[in-house]
T-cell receptor, first 116, second 116 residues
Framework: NAGVTQTPKFRILKIGQSMTLQCAQD?????MYWYRQDPGMGLKLIYY???????DKGEVPNGYNVSRSTTEDFPLRLELAAPSQTSVYFC???????????????FGEGSWLTVV | AQTVTQSQPEMSVQEAETVTLSCTYD???????LFWYKQPPSRQMILVIR??????QNATENRFSVNFQKAAKSFSLKISDSQLGDTAMYFC?????????????FGKGTKLTVNP
């Protein structure tokens, strides 16, 4: 059971470049999320999805885009990277956990992005 | 609006002692879930403990236990026999199912340092 897999783990981008952070989960969860975490701060919601084909904005969506063509995958696209997007990005999924016999939120290991 | 408040930005404890991290929340829903996540310097988000609102019994996981006071909307985390590896940021989280969707709310975190 791989849980939530994020790639890449580290990336340096130049200002104005674009890239996609990949996120995949193998737990058949409907709910998926993208957060960013700036140094010393908490989590800020960028986008979320309640199922394949359905996405919605969180509190800080500007400069990002998402898609959800399958239940498993929820990529985050950064267009025209800016230094303000330097952060650690977390993908998460939420759903039933058989081992714990209840609902749980699972996080990927994070993607460290630096824009220079 | 649903909120999660962690009133202690930083705490410290001596190794082998017990420490309690506070979390209060606000929701008008009766069905919800509460979580504590640990984030060590590696920035990985690790589930520590979870609690369903309908369960009166406080959850425990080895040295970690919660004091869930539903009427007071309080969900504190007690760490017994603190270890150096417990040094981390701790986030309290609230998950509220809402029809075909859900709401996740995170606190701003408490930085815990365990001193030798």
């Amino acid at each position: 059971n791989a849980g939530v897999t994020q790639t890449p783990k580290f990336r340096i981008l130049k200002i104005g470049q674009s890239m996609t952070l990949q996120c995949a989960q193998d737990m058949n969860h409907n709910y998926m999320y993208w957060y960013r975490q700036d140094p010393g701060m908490g989590l800020k919601l960028i986008y979320y999805s309640v199922g394949a084909g359905i996405t919605d904005k969180g509190e800080v969506p500007n400069g990002y885009n998402v898609s959800r063509s399958t239940t498993e995958d929820f990529p985050l696209r950064l267009e025209l990277a800016a230094p303000s997007q330097t952060s650690v990005y977390f993908c998460a999924s939420s759903g039933y956990d058989r081992e714990r016999a209840g609902n749980t939120i699972y996080f990927g290991e994070g993607s460290w992005l630096t824009v220079v | 609006a649903q909120t999660v408040t962690q009133s202690q930005p930083e705490m410290s404890v001596q190794e082998a002692e017990t420490v309690t991290l506070s979390c209060t929340y606000d929701t008008s829903e009766s069905n919800y879930y509460l979580f504590w996540y640990k984030q060590p310097p590696s920035r990985q988000m690790i589930l520590v403990i979870r609690q369903e609102a309908y369960k009166q019994q406080n959850a425990t996981e080895n040295r970690f236990s919660v004091n869930f006071q539903k009427a007071a909307k309080s969900f504190s985390l007690k760490i017994s026999d603190s270890q150096l590896g417990d040094t981390a940021m701790y986030f309290c989280a609230l998950r509220i199912p809402q029809g075909g969707s859900e709401k996740l709310v995170f606190g701003k975190g408490t930085k815990l340092t365990v001193n030798p």
